[in-house]
């Protein structure tokens, strides 16, 4: 083949092709960006998610769109004599010259339908199409920021105006500041960063597509201290009190996934989709890959040890069960939150307890009981110590509290 002067980073890119009569076909082949769209079945049908959070919501792919334009320019495939090999470098020397100009063309017609796009889209329809085709698991929270993102316009005076219509050009920096201001003023923790992390998502999309000719985001942060605990967490006196409180209509699985989640320290993303097969019930083991970080991590497997009340609990697979059925069925995430606080607001507990708090207590608890900082890190699946320390940090304010429980000292009586 001939050897072409197109770079990577051409577009289009110079390409070329063998003939049946053994010449060299040359072509160009543009790349024009690329799309989400539904994956469908074997009848046309689209596919859906079957487990996890996504379970009913169809699938969908990436697909990278390219468009191919014949130049009718031809080379010798084995030149022999100058007269061949003149009417090569002649041939190359022109589709070149043609790929430049196209790529000019391309970069006009780009910034032309850029502009287009600046006046004619409305941002806040470009941020649900964008969510219509999100296929991960965070997909709530896209949700979320967008509301909040919506809940921001209309709570603010000067930016009401955009409150059904906002155009990418009028997204600003000063606009992002407060923003982030807002984000702050309605979540706790970590909330605002992680809802303002999802807004950038698709702010950074919008700027790769040419929506948005430049990111509005740069320079505005949401900090905070990741070190400070700042959920509730409960006492290993709280946890017996919730175990030995039950009410009429409890759903079994729910509290039996609980329990085991304050046991072992698992996310609700992770105890939703156990199966009997990640129980070694010999070895008296529980392994499996977290969700958060499967793909992204070598240090994605745990494994916990398991005794025999904690064996009692799983269970084991009954008849008609294998050893991939889940061993909690449960309902939905919205679902386990409401009986989880219906079963602590009968305990008589007054925290407000999610099903992460049950992660947060495990890790405590065994600080607590004198585990060493690694020992708890491994059992979290944390890859090193730095989202641990946390709960040391957590386990010193408790001992604080506890001093301050006690009666106050009279100082006259020194």
Known sequence: MAKLSSSNKDNPKLEQRILDDGRISLYLEYYLGRESVPVLDENGQPVLYETGKMVGTPKYRVKHNRKKENLNIYLVATPRTPQERTSNKEAIRLANKIRQEREQELLESREGYRLKKEREINFLDYFQIYIDGYTKKDIKMMQIALQRFKDFLKA???YRR?????????????????????????????????????????????????????NPCIGVVIKIDEQILRKDVLSLEEVQQLISTHYTGENPNIRRAFILSLYCGLRFCDVKELVFANVDYSNKLLRFEQNKTKGHSANSGVVVPLNDGLIKLIGTPVDGQGKDSLIFPLPSHTMCLKALKRWVKRAGIDKHISWHCARHSFAVNILNNGANIKTVASLLGHSGLKHTEKYTRAIDSLKQDAINSLPMLDSTNF
């Open 156 to 158: 603010s005076p000067e």
């Open 162 to 214: 955009y409150e059904q219509i906002i155009k990418p050009n009028q997204l600003t920096k000063d606009m992002m500041v407060d923003f982030t201001e807002y984000l702050n003023s309605r979540s706790k923790g970590e909330g605002a960063k992680s809802i303002y992390q999802r807004f950038k998502k698709v702010i950074k999309y919008a700027v790769e597509h040419d929506v948005i000719k430049k």
